[in-house]
């Protein structure tokens, strides 16, 4: 009897859970954490013209599901720039520099684009694969001196389930983390800006 009503008790649940682990579109918002950089004074207070831009061409990162029943869009319709320029702008402020909005006209500058940002999580035989890839491009100018890089990361993990919104917003704001934080390693760059 007992075992009857562990069962029942057991199938209740599982049904009333399942609706709310059901698939669904998912749009995400980016929000890195405080970008780790070295804290040394390098800048000497030069100042510095940063812009942070998102040139992808379509706002969409990938799709979550399985081919043969069901796939959701994986989207990321807010401008992740301001973010971003802010995480940055106070990084830079920790190594010295004195940071103002992009200009034309001016000598030093800073110019963040995030090129690429991909994230897709489909059914395997065995598992579900998820791969989430992110790319960055910098180019740093001072006066006619100028250095480009591109920064990426590339994660994959397996697990049980798709991967729903919420870990989907923590793989790429881990991944963007790890992006910025590679840039601000970057002494080439930071050395050219602070000539």
Same mark, same amino acid.
């Given at each position: 009897?007992?075992?009857?009503?562990?069962l029942t008790?057991?199938?209740? $649940?599982?049904?009333?859970?399942?609706?709310?682990?059901?698939?669904?579109?998912?749009?995400?918002?980016?929000?890195?954490?405080?970008?780790?950089? +070295?804290? $040394?004074? !390098?800048g000497g207070?030069?100042?510095?013209?940063?812009?942070?831009?998102?040139?992808?061409?379509?706002?969409?990162?990938g799709e979550?599901?399985?081919?043969?029943?069901?796939?959701?869009?994986?989207?990321?319709?807010?401008?992740?720039?301001?973010? !971003?320029?802010?995480?940055?702008?106070?990084?830079? !402020?920790?190594?010295?520099?004195?940071?103002?909005?992009?200009?034309?006209?001016?000598?030093?500058?800073?110019? !963040?684009?995030?090129?690429?940002?991909?994230?897709?999580?489909?059914?395997?035989?065995?598992?579900?694969?998820?791969?989430?890839?992110?790319? +960055?491009?910098?180019?740093?100018?001072?006066?006619?001196?100028?250095?480009?890089?591109?920064?990426?990361?590339?994660?994959?993990?397996?697990?049980?389930?798709?991967?729903?919104?919420?870990?989907?917003?923590?793989?790429?704001?881990?991944?963007?983390?790890?992006?910025?934080?590679?840039?601000?390693?970057?002494?080439?760059?930071?050395?050219?800006?602070?000539?």
């Amino acid at each position: 009897m007992n075992t009857r009503i562990l069962l029942t008790t057991a199938l209740v $649940a599982l049904l009333t859970s399942a609706p709310g682990c059901s698939l669904k579109p998912q749009n995400l918002r980016i929000a890195p954490e405080v970008v780790k950089a +070295v804290q $040394a004074p !390098i800048g000497g207070g030069k100042s510095v013209g940063l812009r942070v831009s998102d040139s992808r061409a379509d706002k969409k990162l990938g799709e979550v599901g399985d081919p043969d029943r069901k796939m959701v869009d994986v989207r990321m319709d807010a401008d992740p720039s301001p973010v !971003i320029y802010e995480r940055l702008k106070q990084a830079m !402020i920790g190594l010295g520099f004195s940071v103002e909005p992009y200009n034309d006209t001016m000598d030093r500058t800073l110019d !963040i684009k995030i090129v690429n940002l991909q994230l897709k999580s489909i059914k395997k035989p065995l598992t579900f694969e998820t791969v989430l890839r992110a790319q +960055v491009g910098a180019r740093a100018v001072n006066s006619n001196a100028h250095y480009d890089r591109q920064f990426n990361v590339k994660t994959r993990k397996d697990g049980v389930a798709p991967s729903y919104e919420k870990e989907s917003t923590m793989l790429v704001n881990t991944a963007m983390t790890q992006v910025l934080e590679d840039l601000l390693a970057d002494e080439e760059l930071f050395a050219l800006l602070a000539r």
